[in-house]
């Protein structure tokens, strides 16, 4: 019965990582390649805390999505910024290469393997919930992603900030004349977004093991949510990603051989009916 | 347009037709003289590469349209290829011809469902095909997963010409590497080819002129997908086998990196990008990942500084289209 407790947390991961490339996307139009290999980086920093600084896992919930988020933010003030006005395959292209460097180095110093990440003591076991058990740290990871993707879609539909954010994505020139510095906001988007690929792969790391190649795994994957929930709608990616984990989960359970498939064939279907996606608008 | 300008613009696409004779002629002559320098096997290779580039850049180059799953063509083929001549005992000509007709019907099949985005959503579709058509060969019967389809047999083309013979073999590629160039230039150079540069720089103008856009992107996105599976159906020939590395998402993205580092939008470009990347990867495997990196700072570089790619700014520097 363990494959139910997989098929809901699976999919929170997916939300988590399509939430921050929903966040990069709909406010910067940067499709970020890379933020695989962030989410697998992500996990790797939890693991270096715990093995080279003695900090546990909730230092590293806390740590790693700063750490890396950093380095998005350095990533998009030295390159991404160059390529603003550019066509955004360009972008793309350029965060692609960027995956490449860091995933290359990873499996350079730790081999293709994984390393193993324990489940914090405070989180193991499971409950009984009649119809079936749920691991602890399952739950956790449910509730964890839930509460940070809410929260990111509060901010950026709610908030006073968020309003700058959408209006800068409209329309920069007006944003600044209001004495706004849009290239920071931009900058601390994209490390805001990279920060959530970060966390989701410390959450990640005591169920998956670290490996270099978890992350360039999941993307195919991720992107073919986007696809079917549609672009730009970021309450629309995290309901699709749950749906679609679901689905996930119990395909590895009735019809194993289609588990890594039925993803895909439901985007074909979506696009045969619906081009732009669920909960997309029309582009 | 006045006449003087009408007149220097002519002047320049003959110019540009002397200039694309002469290196085409040069590219021959190199191929000509290639196995005696290198390692024939290496260079039979780096032409399939190469053809695959040709193809994904008539896309890129002239449609703008960037596809991230274009090694699932070359895979495909690959794989058809190698069980046609393996199992059916196909020769080789007919072997790959299956090969490409596999590649075009995916092309035409994806190409259907994906055409009618643009951009970068048009890329995130096709990495999800791709996928989608990788996992299938890992889970198919036909293609032995992990082991892949090993000892293909050469055969003889049409039943005549012994493949097995290294110098035969070499001619076969070459000849099959220079069909596929021309047919790419051909296509590209051809009214069908105008009005996809048309579609490139003004789709809504097209349209409003009575043109079904979308009928013209999935015409070309079919036959890159089938020039790119007669570069996959060719290399199982060569290496003897098909293996789940051409339909990896990397190999997706090597081609990117080739068209890329050689000049998109050029006709000699890919071919000498392939050559460039296939080289790296060769003189560097000794240093294991670290080719990923190299090959990932390439990419960065090329993106960031050095968009034309080496016979773009060639043709640039020397005011002419190759």
């Known amino acids: 019965m363990n494959v139910f407790g997989h098929a809901i947390s699976m999919p929170q991961l997916y939300g988590q990582l399509l939430i921050g490339l929903a966040v990069i996307f709909g406010m910067l139009t940067i499709v970020n390649f890379a933020h695989g290999a962030f989410y697998m980086m ?106 940070v993707c809410f929260g990111t ?24 004349a209001f004495g706004i510095n849009v290239p920071r906001m931009v900058t601390l988007t994209y490390g805001f977004g990279v920060a959530l690929a970060a966390f989701a792969g410390v959450l990640a790391a005591p169920i998956n093991q670290v490996r270099p190649g978890m992350g360039a795994d ?25 749906l679609l984990g679901v689905v996930e989960g119990l395909t590895k359970v009735f019809y194993p051989e289609a588990s890594n498939t039925v993803v895909f064939v439901i985007m074909a279907i979506v696009l045969l009916i619906r081009p732009a996606g669920l909960f997309g608008r029309a582009y | 347009m006045s006449l003087d300008a009408f007149a220097s613009a002519t002047d320049t696409s003959a110019r540009d037709r002397r200039a694309g004779a002469i290196a085409f002629a040069v590219m021959v002559a190199l191929v000509a003289v290639a196995p005696f320098v290198a390692y024939p096997f290496f260079i039979m290779q780096a032409l399939c590469f190469a053809l695959f580039a040709c193809a994904f850049n008539l896309l890129i180059g002239y449609a703008n349209l960037l596809s991230l799953g274009h090694a699932m063509f070359l895979g495909l083929a690959s794989y058809v290829c190698a069980h046609a001549a393996k199992v059916w005992g196909l020769e080789p000509v007919s072997a ?51 082991d892949g389809i090993q000892a293909v047999p050469q055969g003889r083309a049409l039943g005549l010409i012994d493949l097995s013979r290294p110098a035969t073999l070499y001619v076969f590629v070459a000849a099959i590497f220079l069909f596929g160039f021309l047919a790419v230039q051909r296509t590209v150079n051809s009214p069908f080819g105008e009005i996809l540069k048309a579609i490139r720089e003004n789709e809504p103008r097209v349209m409003s002129l009575g043109y079904r856009s979308l009928q013209y992107k999935l015409a070309a996105f079919t036959l890159s997908a089938a020039i790119a599976g007669l570069a996959g159906a060719t290399k199982a020939i060569v290496a003897q086998n098909a293996s789940l590395t051409d339909v990896t998402f990397a190999m997706s993205g090597e081609v990117v990196l080739m068209t890329l580092v050689g000049g998109m939008g050029t006709f000699f470009g890919p071919v000498v990008g392939a050559l460039i990347v296939v080289s790296m990867q060769n003189y560097l495997a000794q240093y294991g990942e670290w080719v990923t990196v190299i090959q990932g700072v390439v990419f960065v570089a090329c993106v960031l500084v050095f968009r034309r790619g080496v016979v773009g700014e060639l043709a640039a520097r020397a005011r002419i289209s190759l």
């Open chain 1, 153 to 176: 879609w509060l901010v950026i539909e709610k908030t006073k900030l968020g309003a700058y954010l959408r209006a800068a994505t409209e329309n920069p020139t007006m944003v600044r």
């Open chain 1, 218 to 242: 999941i993307i195919a994957v991720v992107f073919a949510v986007v696809v079917i929930g549609g672009m730009g709608s970021i309450l629309g990616s995290i309901v699709t990603g749950f």
């Open chain 2, 96 to 146: 790959i011809a299956l090969g490409v007709v596999a590649s075009a019907l995916l092309g035409l099949v994806t190409g259907a469902l994906a055409i009618r985005s643009i951009g970068i959503y048009f890329a995130m579709i096709t990495v999800a095909f791709s996928q989608m058509v990788y996992f299938f060969c890992v889970e198919a019967p036909f293609t032995h997963g992990e």
């Open chain 1, 42 to 147: 992500g996990a790797f920093a939890a693991y270096f805390l715990l093995q080279w600084a003695g900090l546990n896992y909730w230092w590293a919930l806390l740590l790693s999505p700063l750490a890396i988020g950093a380095i998005g933010a350095i990533v998009e003030r030295l390159f991404l910024k160059r390529l603003a006005g550019f066509d955004p395959l360009y972008s793309l292209l350029l965060t692609f290469g960027l995956a490449l460097i860091f995933q290359g180095l990873f499996q350079n110093y730790f081999g293709a393997s994984g390393l193993p990440y324990a489940i914090p003591k405070q989180l193991g076991g499971a409950y009984n919930l009649g119809f079936m058990f749920l691991p602890v740290y399952r739950g956790w990871v449910i509730l964890a992603s839930a509460v």
